[in-house]
Structures are given as structure tokens and as C-alpha cells.
């Protein structure tokens, strides 16, 4: 739009070609918070034809946001709703960026399997992990519910992940997180992932028993302890 206009409320609707780069980066910051996907999509093709390079727009203008719903979310500021709304609108700024970073090979902060257990058919948690961890810049691979050992054991042989996430709602399917943790072991393969483990009724006990890396109480947490644990694993490699 040329100009800016009216809305019923009173307030100006914001020309975002308008705004000179830094103006825009921050306004993506609050239309993410805001859950506003067209917003954010114009946004990001704005970026992209002023010369910015798509990982650029990916770390700047939508990790950055992301990171700081990620913070309000852990704080107790933002609830469940609106950061699936968030999580949302990244998503939309992400279908104009990934075939542009798949050309240019940008590497991803690191890959992740995850899916809910065999016998569990909860997934809100889980798919907010995900969208919270592809809004930090990881690739995610989500197997979604319901998932026999052999599922997670053929998504690690094809995606070759750093993180292996399981996630379970159900007192009766958290112990086969264990069988999933023991395959792996007994494979020769559990030193290969970071294995992170998540749920309401899991606890860090619960984790340390049966054998994953960590356990992760909420979305914001699981991000920090991925970002966390792969940069130490790259370190240490």
C-alpha cells in the first residue's frame, strides 16, 4: 500500500516497503510476536529484494524474533495460543526461505528427529517444539504420533540428525522412551544423537533413568538445551 491507512481502531496500518532495514527487522520482531503471517511474509520478500541474503533474513529478522517469544513464552509472559500463532507466522517467512537457503547450502544451526511415542496420540507439545525449533534455525523432521522404535530407527539412518526428540503425554507410554533409548544402545548407535526427552508427566529423574541427554519441561528449554548441547558436541569434535 502507498500510504499508510486507517484501521477501525484508530491506529495506522504500517507500510512496511516504507521502513528503511533496521525499522523493519523491528517491526518483524513485534508482528512475530503478534502472530501476524502476512505481515511477516511481506516483510521477509521486502528484505530479500533489498539485496539481503536469505540466511540473513532467517537469523535477523525471524530467529531473532523468535528468540524473543521463546524468552516470554519460558517466562510466563506468552501462553501455549500465542505462540503457536508465532510460531505460525515464522513458518509463513520460512516457505518463502527455505527453497532460497536449500540453493545457497546455508547450514542450519543442526537437524532433529522428533515424534511422539508408540501408543501416544498427543502432538500440541510436540508440534510446538518443533515450530520453536524451527524458529531457532534448526531442520526438523517430524514424525508426528504414534511411533514404534523402528520409525525413529529409519528417520535416523535417512536424516542423520544431531537430536533424536521424543515426546509422550501418557504415564502408560513414557517407558518406551526406554525401549527406544535401549534399541539405540544396543545397536551401537545412542552415542551418535543427543537424545532429548519431553512431556507433562516426564521429570529430570525421569530422564537421567532412562537414559536420554536431557529433559525438556517446555519448548523454550528444549531450544536452549539444542543450541546448547550441539554447539558443545561440535566443540568437542
Not at 508408540?118 to 534455525?137: F, P, R
Not at 522412551?177 to 516426564?202: C, F, H, N, S, W
Amino acid at each position: 500500500m502507498a500510504e499508510d491507512e486507517v484501521l477501525e481502531d484508530g491506529e495506522e496500518e504500517i507500510d512496511l516497503s516504507a521502513l528503511d532495514d533496521d525499522e523493519l527487522v523491528e517491526q518483524m520482531h513485534d508482528d512475530l510476536y503478534d502472530g501476524l503471517r502476512d505481515e511477516i511474509m511481506e516483510g521477509t520478500q521486502i528484505l530479500l529484494g533489498r539485496g539481503w541474503a536469505p540466511d540473513k533474513v532467517l537469523a535477523d529478522a525471524l530467529v531473532e524474533g523468535m528468540r524473543i517469544v521463546g524468552i516470554d513464552f519460558r517466562d510466563g509472559i506468552l501462553f501455549v495460543p500465542e505462540v503457536l500463532m508465532a510460531a505460525n507466522a515464522m513458518k509463513g517467512g520460512m516457505s518463502i526461505l527455505r527453497p532460497l537457503l536449500a540453493e545457497t547450502g546455508a547450514e542450519t544451526i543442526g537437524k532433529m528427529v522428533i515424534g511422539t511415542v508408540k501408543g501416544d496420540i498427543h502432538d500440541i507439545g510436540k508440534n510446538l517444539v518443533s515450530m520453536m525449533m524451527e524458529g531457532a534455525g534448526f531442520e526438523v523432521i517430524d514424525l508426528g504420533i504414534n511411533n514404534p522404535v523402528e520409525n525413529y530407527l529409519e528417520a535416523l539412518e535417512k536424516h542423520k540428525p544431531d537430536i533424536l526428540g521424543m515426546s509422550a503425554l501418557l504415564t502408560t507410554t513414557m517407558p518406551y522412551m526406554k525401549v527406544v533409548i535401549d534399541t539405540l544402545k544396543e545397536q551401537g548407535l545412542r552415542d551418535d544423537y543427543i537424545v532429548l526427552v519431553g512431556g507433562a508427566p516426564l521429570n529430570e529423574e525421569f530422564g537421567k533413568a532412562i537414559g536420554a541427554d536431557a529433559y525438556c519441561r517446555d519448548a523454550a528449554v528444549a531450544v536452549e538445551t539444542a543450541k546448547r548441547l550441539v554447539a558443545e558436541r561440535r566443540a568437542a569434535a
